[in-house]
């Protein structure tokens, strides 16, 4: 077995033996010098966890966060050097867990905070001019298709995850009610704008980036959602400077 | 090997000056009172993302400082081949940002397709010798630049080792045509650790090819017997018998880059800045002595 093989299983695995061959000073076994390494890969990497899912870790309380992001290292080391990626199977690992399964929105809350943080680290765009898109005639609008600035994604739930996400980072945010969320994050400047979208938003938001026009966009979703009127989420995506392109 | 003549360690545009490492919380402070800050360093995995606050900081503090890119990330003393998606990402930054020096470490971080977030550390034989280098001749292939390679934290040795450390750094540089970074901190912990004198490793390091220095703060634990175990943290002010390990290093290299590296418990720019005064202090008692 290599160097490389006897380090990395003895880190992720405290059971077993410090490898052969690794000295102190004087060439006696180093022992617990090794639980350095142990702990060094252990402590950056549940710090990386708390980071990236500040709600979660609020959700689960800070003791439990550690157990969970010991138990997650162990299962999912990092594949990228790049740490703000780490965390991306998080989601998933969550939902697996049996002990965690009352809390159903646990997995969702965590997707929204992963897509907070690729939002945070997407490519720059340059937004649509939103006083030229007030100025075309209503057929002109409706026959377009629209681009989205990469920064801009939706995260659907069966959970209320936008009231539990602001419940957990704002002090005046009503508690949450059950319900189904929708949220859409756009990038005004450099921090990403988590916000529920109405019903039929999100299904609308897809068809456009299909490359559907906004008639037929706002058609579709219609026969779902009579109510849907494309007003809001229009306006939510140019105040959040999401569209970078519009064409016929 | 990489064309050495024209990319001696020297030529690197870091100023001999005081630097630290750069944290975003600092942003505003290192533009509005930089004090004897004339450098800064970061690390380069944390922006390597598309876009966003960090590239836009970045693009702005290289508009007043010089750059240094510190890589954590690339696994250099790696038993496998380095990441060609990862060294790409890396050539991207450099291209895009051209900073004054990039280094790395002597060290491993990635096995088996998995990154650890940790600097692990290797036996010093003629295997581990020729891998390094062989990595090393690609980056700086790759990267069409001299690269600096820092000399690690020492916890424990290995039984297989053949070389001591200044000079398996010195044949490392003089097969690859690579700078120095030393981190004197990471020499007292080493030295402290495995029971020798940082004085004489200092002595027996190739002081000539040093394109800059590191500083930065440790921890205390003990080991088995009950000795002292230093834990490089980069969580503290830096000590004073670092701090004299310093000025023994500059009498003897004369000034350099000098970079104050605080990574975790951050504090408030004015007790970094005044790290970086003292580092400051240091690199001008010897611009005087000479």
């Known amino acids: 077995m290599s160097r490389a093989e006897q380090f990395t299983r003895a880190i992720l695995d405290a059971r077993l033996p410090v490898p052969d061959g690794l000295l102190d000073g004087a060439q006696q076994p180093a022992g617990r010098r090794f639980s350095v390494y142990r702990n060094n890969v252990a402590v950056s990497l549940t710090e990386a966890l708390h980071q990236g899912f500040p709600v979660i870790a609020k959700l689960l309380g800070q003791e439990n966060m550690d157990g969970l992001a010991a138990l997650y290292l162990r299962a999912h080391p990092p594949t990228s050097p790049l740490m703000m990626h780490y965390g991306d199977s998080f989601p998933d690992f969550l939902e697996g867990l049996e002990q965690l399964s009352h809390l159903g929105y646990l997995g969702d809350v965590a997707r929204l905070e992963l897509a907070l943080r690729r939002s945070y680290h997407a490519a720059d765009a340059t937004p649509l001019d939103a006083q030229h898109l007030g100025t075309l005639p209503p057929d002109t609008l409706l026959s377009s298709r629209l681009g989205f600035a990469p920064a801009m994604t939706v995260v659907r739930s069966a959970w209320p995850i936008h009231a539990i996400w602001a419940y957990n980072t704002r002090a005046d945010a009503p508690k949450p009610q059950p319900g189904a969320q929708d949220v859409l994050i756009t990038r005004p400047e450099f921090d990403p704008l988590p916000q529920p979208l109405p019903p039929g938003g999100a299904a609308w938001i897809a068809l456009l980036q299909a490359g559907e026009t906004l008639g037929t966009a706002t058609e579709a979703v219609t026969s779902d959602f009579p109510d849907f009127d494309l007003s809001a989420p229009l306006a939510l995506l140019i105040e959040g400077l999401a569209l970078t392109d519009l064409s016929q | ?290």
């Open chain 2, 1 to 290: 090997m990489f064309d050495r003549p024209d990319r001696s360690p020297r030529s690197n545009r870091l100023p001999d000056a005081a630097g630290v490492g750069y944290k975003p919380q600092h942003f505003q402070a290192i533009l509005d009172a930089p004090g004897t800050v004339e450098w800064l360093e970061i690390h380069a995995e944390n922006y390597m993302g598309d876009g966003g606050r960090p590239l836009a900081q970045l693009r702005h503090l290289s508009q007043h400082f010089p750059i240094s890119v510190h890589g954590v990330g690339l696994s250099i003393g790696g038993e496998a081949p380095l990441d060609p998606a990862h060294l790409a990402r890396l050539k991207h930054l450099v291209d895009w940002l051209n900073p004054a020096s990039f280094s790395e470490h002597l060290a491993w971080s990635t096995h088996d397709s998995h990154f650890y977030n940790d600097l692990l550390p290797l036996p010093y034989t003629d295997d581990t010798l020729a891998r390094v280098c062989a990595h090393i001749d690609q980056v700086q292939d790759t990267l069409g630049r001299q690269m600096l390679l820092e000399n690690p934290s020492s916890y424990l040795a290995f039984a297989e080792s053949t070389w001591a450390e200044p000079a398996f750094l010195h044949e490392i540089a003089r097969r690859t045509g690579c700078g120095l970074l030393l981190d004197v901190n990471n020499v007292f912990v080493s030295a402290t650790n495995l029971g020798y004198r940082p004085q004489d490793y200092i002595d027996a390091y190739p002081l000539d090819l040093v394109g800059e220095i590191h500083l930065g703060g440790h921890d205390e634990d003990a080991d088995d017997h009950g000795r002292p175990l230093l834990i490089d943290s980069h969580g503290a002010e830096v000590v004073d018998p670092v701090w004299a390990l310093l000025d023994y290093t500059l009498a003897r290299s004369g000034p350099r880059p000098t970079l104050v590296e605080w990574d975790t418990d951050v504090p408030d720019w004015v007790v970094l800045e005044a790290e970086a005064a003292r580092a400051a202090a240091a690199l001008n008692a010897v611009k005087v002595a000479a």
